[in-house]
């Protein structure tokens, strides 16, 4: 499915930059990007940090004094 994109200026030349630091083209990092976005990593990578907060809650709580 064929889309346009409207950027602003800034988030043009951010792009630009990105992929010319990666040597990719700017479709490609920012395919890339939305792939992240959409991920269910995000969810997995907080359940995984509730759970170490609850199950250590006591250990993180002693550790930062």
């Known amino acids: ?3 346009n994109l409207r950027l602003t200026d800034a ?3 951010a792009l ?3 992929a010319e630091q990666e040597g ?7 395919r ?4 992240q976005y959409v991920s269910e990593r995000p969810q ?4 995984a940090i509730d759970r ?3 199950e ?4 993180l709580e002693r550790l930062s004094r």
Request: glycine share 4%; charged share 35%.
């Open 32 to 35: 890339a990007a939305i792939a």
């Open 44 to 47: 997995r990578l907080r359940a």
């Open 56 to 59: 250590d809650g006591v250990l």
């Open 16 to 18: 630009r930059k990105k």
């Open 24 to 30: 990719r083209s700017m479709q490609e990092v920012a």
């Open 52 to 54: 170490v907060r609850i």
């Open 1 to 3: 499915m064929a889309m």
């Open 11 to 13: 988030e043009s030349e």
